[in-house]
């Protein structure tokens, strides 16, 4: 989808956006005409490699590993200045265990900032969790323009 260049973000502003971590939505793909399945995470986001890092709640009724093959999106927003801002990345999550990866996701790890955010009804250490990245296939950024409305 291409973003008329009055409400699209360049790289330096978009990465401002991000920062180095927040909270955003992640959603998974669902089977037939069920709605997809979305809840709130928070990320951290490495500008050298324009990637994202999630810390995902693993474990009973928690297992992710068999959307790792499937598409995935991330949408995260705010304001800044008092300006509307919205980031999208769509692609496949991937376990930072993976061998292939693994050394890429450390220095990636070492450069990002995860908030914890305590939505689980137990304390976050009881929480079992997994590492995963999304290298985009996709990522827009887009800010509120005005249009005199």
């Known amino acids: 989808m291409t973003v008329p260049d009055s409400v699209a973000m360049d790289d330096d502003e978009r990465d401002a956006f991000l920062g180095d971590g927040g909270t955003g939505v992640i959603s998974f793909p669902t089977d ?17 490699e324009e990637t994202f890092y999630f810390r995902l709640a693993a474990g009973e009724g928690r297992e992710k590993s068999d959307l790792l093959d499937r598409s995935v999106s991330f949408v995260t927003y705010g304001t800044t200045d008092g300006t509307w801002q919205s980031v999208v990345a769509e692609g496949r999550l991937e376990e930072t265990t993976d061998a292939s990866i693994a050394t890429e996701t450390l220095e990636g790890l070492e450069r990002v900032r995860i908030p914890l955010v305590d939505i689980f009804g137990q304390p976050p250490a009881d929480v079992p969790f997994k590492f995963y990245r999304l290298a985009p296939e996709s990522l827009t950024a887009r800010k509120e323009s005005s249009t005199s409305v």
Do not use: L, Q, R
């Open 32 to 48: 037939g005409d069920e709605a997809p399945h979305s809840i709130p995470v928070s990320y951290g986001y490495d500008t050298a």
